[in-house]
Each structure stands twice: as C-alpha cells, then as structure tokens.
C-alpha cells in the first residue's frame, strides 16, 4: 500500500494548515454522493476511477480530433474551454477562504496546490515549502498516469492555467508564481515532480509560454 504523501482530507505538517479553511469544488454534488451513495454496501470506489478515466480520454481525444480537423483556431477553442473551467474550480476553491492573518504568500501558494492536487485530480501528493520565495512537491501517485502518454498531460496545463488565473484575480495572493514540472510519471520518472517560485518583475510566464511550444508541435503532428 502507497503510504508516502497525502490524499484528499490528509494533514500537512505545518501547524497552519488546519487553521487555513478553503472550499469543496462541487459541494452540493459531494454532499448528495456522501449521504446517497457512500454509505451502501454495495458501492465500488473503483467506478468512480473507471468514470474519471472515461472522462479524461474523452477529453484528449475530443482536442486531438479537433486538432487534426480544424487546426490551430479548433485548437484554441478546445484549449480556451479548458482554461475556463479551470477557472471555474479555481473560483471554487476559494470560495469562502479563511486564512490566518500571519500565513505567507508561499504557504497560501503551496497549500493551493495541495487542494488542486488532492482534490481536482485525485492524486497522492507530498508537498514542501523549501524557502520563503519557494515550495516544490512531487505527485507520488495520479489516477492519469496509466492512460495518458506523456504529450497527453498538455491537457492538465490548460485546466491549472484556468485555475491559477483565477487565484491571481482573486487577489488573495499579493505575489505571482511560476510553476514548472520537472519530471512526470507517464515519461518514465518515478513522480511528477513541481516547483512553485515567486515571479520576478516583468518575468514571462513559464507555464504559458511552455504551452505554446505544445501547441506547435501538436499541430505539427
């Protein structure tokens, strides 16, 4: 059994993390699941598994068919509706945001993450705050990586776009980060491996600008 790391509901070591409230993207669907469903004998948590995995290839091959039919604009169309729902539970996962005054923009960032993670993507994480400009995390386990190849994970960049747009706007948040993936799993490493760093001033973004270099060599295909 996978012991390392957290799942959704898990404790961070930092004492601050139980004192820090952030929302549940989907409650009223969670809550309908939790009393409904949950509790009979006869429930399988396998399926949901099964039905996410459903969902995702839907996705890629929904962007790889529109791609390959209609070019760079259907790309941006399928790329702009990924964006947009990112934002969506980027926006629901703030809502009703209830922080101590003392936690710092890094740990707020990180704890984010951690939310994004364990929740939006269901994975196993084992995040870490290395410095007051920086926090990093490895992704020991994700529900995709058996089914996507390593150029399907693009469709990921899309939705956490969507959702750091939204924390930027929120403005929770008095710093903007860069976020970078080092490794991933479905290329071979043994975890996909992020670091999360406090932009510089008229610093590009990374992110935005690595997702570009995707799109091209997708249409390239």
């Not at 702009?80 to 703030?94: R, V």
């Not at 400009?133 to 996507?148: E, F, T």
Request: charged share 30%; aromatic share 10%; net charge neutral.
């Amino acid at each position: 059994m996978q012991k390392k790391g957290i799942l959704k509901g898990g404790n961070r070591k930092e004492a601050i993390w139980n004192r820090t409230k952030l929302g549940e993207p989907f409650k009223e669907a969670l809550d309908r699941f939790r009393k409904e469903v949950l509790p009979r004998k006869d429930f399988d948590p396998t399926s949901l598994l099964q039905f996410g995995l459903f969902m995702a290839m839907a996705v890629i091959n929904i962007l790889k068919e529109t791609e390959k039919k209609l070019g760079k604009e259907g790309q941006e169309v399928i790329n702009n509706a990924l964006i947009k729902t990112g934002y969506q539970m980027g926006t629901q996962i703030l809502e009703n945001l209830q922080v101590p005054s003392e936690i710092s923009d890094i740990e707020l960032m990180s704890f984010l993450a951690t939310v994004i993670n364990t929740q939006s993507w269901t994975s196993i994480e084992d995040p870490r705050i290395d410095s007051d400009d920086q926090c990093s995390l490895d992704i020991i386990w994700c529900p995709l990586q058996d089914i996507y190849s390593p150029f399907d994970c693009r469709v990921q960049r899309y939705l956490v776009q969507g959702i750091t747009n939204a924390f930027k706007d929120s403005g929770f948040l008095s710093s903007e980060y860069q976020v970078e993936f080092k490794s991933t799993i479905p290329a071979g490493a043994k975890t996909c491996h992020f670091v999360i760093t406090k932009k510089k001033p008229n610093e590009t973004d990374k992110w935005e600008e690595y997702s570009k270099i995707l799109e091209k060599k997708a249409l390239e295909k």
